[in-house]
């Protein structure tokens, strides 16, 4: 692996993080837009924007949702604006799935707090980035993930494969992870790695800490496999295309 750098230690609170880095060519291959698509691209990690409490009530919300289903593999999925649910080695919609139910297992508080929290990460990209937060969407997929040690049963399960969102999904520009477990106390591995040239830089999960970064080949990533223990986390993606944006998730 070579040489192994952490950008951000479980045990600190940052308030502020930027690594810079020269942009890649992926983004030249799609539509450009003025004042968002990224010129200036590199990674951040802040523990400012979202407080520990509201990522275990943020946590909570995934967690009520997992139970209704759950991968028969290591990874399991929750996306609240599509419906997508992991179940078994499948996945369901959610709202077609369970109908009715779907209202006693999240409120309105919920979505209006996953709402919030997804404004103030893209208000921090934007202002990191020096771009104009009313010129980013939401875009697919956005989601909740869960993950342990448990063996992959299929290939949605392995999630340590590295890879490249913006050749992924054509949609990112830029990517923000919200943890909602903190590494070495609720899960063992599960670090987040920036592959790059000459070393690895880890960014070791911690409640409420929010990693974003460009989403092109500047960026290549993967996550260890979880030893121990369980992993959330929360993935928000967003473009500059207004064609891929997606709305917040509503109730019913």
Not at 162 to 186: A, E, N
Not at 187 to 216: K, Y
Request: hydrophobic share 35%.
């Amino acid at each position: 692996d070579g040489v192994t750098e952490v950008l951000a230690h479980r045990s600190e609170h940052l308030p502020d993080k930027f690594v810079e880095i020269p942009c890649s060519e992926d983004y030249d291959s799609h539509k450009r837009f003025e004042g968002c698509t990224p010129r200036k691209c590199g990674r951040g990690v802040t523990d400012a924007v979202i407080t520990r409490e509201e990522a275990e009530r943020i946590r909570r919300i995934a967690e009520r949702g997992l139970s209704l289903g759950g991968s028969d593999g290591g990874a399991s999925i929750l996306d609240l604006h599509s419906g997508a649910l992991s179940l078994g080695k499948h996945f369901v919609n959610l709202y077609r799935y369970f109908g009715d139910k779907v209202q006693d297992i999240f409120t309105e508080e919920d979505f209006a707090l996953y709402r919030d929290v997804r404004q103030r990460i893209q208000q921090r990209i934007a202002q990191v980035f020096g771009i104009s937060s009313s010129s980013l969407y939401l875009t697919k997929p956005t989601f909740f993930s869960r993950m342990n040690s448990t063996a992959a049963r299929t290939t949605h399960d392995e999630y340590w494969h590295p890879h490249v969102d913006k050749v992924t999904y054509g949609s990112f520009d830029y990517t923000s992870l919200l943890y909602l477990s903190d590494y070495s106390s609720d899960f063992g591995g599960g670090r987040f790695v920036f592959l790059d040239a000459q070393s690895n830089r880890t960014v070791e999960p911690r409640a409420g800490r929010v990693s974003f970064f460009t989403s092109g080949s500047e960026n290549l990533h993967r996550v260890e496999k979880v030893l121990w223990g369980t992993r959330f986390a929360l993935t928000v993606s967003f473009t500059c295309d207004p064609a891929h944006g997606i709305s917040d998730p509503a109730l019913g």
